[in-house]
Structure formats: C-alpha cells, structure tokens
C-alpha cells in the first residue's frame, strides 16, 4: 500500500510541475519569437511548406467525415491533429507567426524588417504546400481526372463556394466578413499556438492546443492557409472559380483578418499581460 501510495503521489508530483505558468508561457513564446526571426530563408519556407501540407491533410480529413454524413462537429473535432503535429514538429506557420513576432516585436526582442521577412517566406511556404497538397489530393480523388471527385469533391466545392462567391455576392459587408471570420480565426489559433507553450509534455501539449484549434474550426471560421488547400482543391474538383475570387474575396481578407487577430488579439495583448517588462 505504502508502495502504491508513493507511485500515486510522484504520478501527482508530474502533474503538478509539468503545467508552465502563464509568464514562463510567454517567456518560452518570446525566446521562440527570436529564433523564428533569425532562420535562415531555406528552413522556412521548407517548414512553411510542410506545415501546409499538414494543415491541407487534416483538413481533407474533416472533409472525409463530412462526406460520409457526419456531423461537422466531428470535423472539428479531428482537425486538430494537423496543427498538433507541426507544431510538436518545430515547423513554420504564417498564422502562428503572427501572433508570435509582434509579441518579440512589442517586448523590443525582434525588429519590424525580421517580422516582415519571416512572414513573407512562411507564407510563401504555406501557399506552396497548401496548394501542392491540393494537386495531389484532387488528383488522388480523381484518378488524375479520369472520373469525378465523389462525395468528397462536392464537399470541396461546396466549400469553395462558400468561400469566396459567398461573400462576393455580399459585396463589401461579404467582404468585412470574411475579414472579421478571420480576426476570430486566428484569435483562436494563435491562442493554440500559445498553448504549445503551456506544458512540459506532450501530452499537455496536445490536449491544451486541441481545444482552441477544435472550436476555430468548429465555428466555420476563415484561416488564410486553410484557405491555401480548400479553395484550390475546390477549384480543381470543378468548382467555378477564377483566381481572382479567390484572393480579393477570400485570402486578402483572411490574411488581413489573421494579422489582426493573431498579432493584436494574442500576441501583444499577451506579451503586454505577462511579459516581464510589465510585471
């Protein structure tokens, strides 16, 4: 019993210390903030290209479920795994990083030129992988178009459509939506991105950043390099799209949305609460 009891109490011990305070939090995500501002160009848009791809197959996961007639919470709930795994990878994401490099930026850790140059390259990297995911897939689904997309297609086209005539039909109030749905995107996000600083094992790591990430998408949200896989997939499925709905309907104000949300939203608004210069 004694025996027993001592297992318990050290099994109590690593839970109580593998929990990260939320100044260590934001300490870790600033010291990240700087290594992320000195890579080289090569690693990041060979990271940003894999966080992409990793994005585009949890994505086409949830569309999986969704065309075999599961709820679409259930998509939500399985998304997570993409972000999950770059991040536990160490890779590069444009949305992550807008959140992370204002906050080096506001503590005075990172300069304005590294934030721009990382986000140029990451993004870059993420329409790379994000797109070439789409080629594959679609041409998977598609036995490089001999035959249909299937139930799948149609939910890659469906989304699409969703995304971009959507809001053009809307015109300018189509167009603040889509911005404001990505504002609330990457607030979540970038609070998943924070979260994967939370902990000191993987386990927790895991756990903390699911939840964020599962109700962001969960909620139909706009997340610009989710978009990088979507619309195009969409497109390639047949949906009726030119590249220029795409972007002045969707990925401009995604992208500006996530800016916001993740760089002012999470990344200064924590780096002002829980940096050590404010304490």
Known sequence: MREQATVQGEAVARLATDAVSPYDLVAAA???????????VAPMVVRGALSGALLAAATLLAVTAWAQGLPRIVGAMIFPVGFCILVLLGM??????????????????VDAGAVGRNWWWVYLGNLVGGAS????????????????????GEQLRQL??????????????????????????????????????????????????????????????????VNMFVIPAGM?????????????????????????????????????SYSRRSV
């Open 133 to 152: 995911f789409a080629v594959l897939a679609v041409a998977s689904l598609t036995g490089w178009w001999s035959h249909d997309a299937g139930a799948v």
């Open 92 to 109: 590069e994401l444009a949305t992550g990083n807008f959140a992370l490099l204002p906050a080096g930026w506001y503590v005075g850790r």
């Open 160 to 225: 699409a459509l969703s995304k971009t005539v959507a809001y053009a039909e809307a015109e300018w109030r189509g167009w603040l939506t889509a911005f404001t749905k990505a504002v609330l995107a990457n607030w979540l996000v970038t609070i998943g991105t924070m979260l994967g600083f939370s902990s000191r094992s993987t386990v927790g790591k895991v756990v903390a950043m699911w939840l964020p990430i599962m109700t962001f998408f969960g909620l139909g949200y706009e997340h610009s390099v």
């Open 236 to 272: 390639l499925a047949g949906a009726p799209l030119s590249l220029g709905t795409w972007w002045v309907w969707n990925q401009v104000p995604a992208t500006l949305g996530n800016i916001v949300g993740g760089g002012l939203f999470t990344g200064i608004a924590l780096a002002w």
């Open 30 to 40: 600033l010291e990240a903030s700087e290594q992320k501002a000195r890579l080289a």
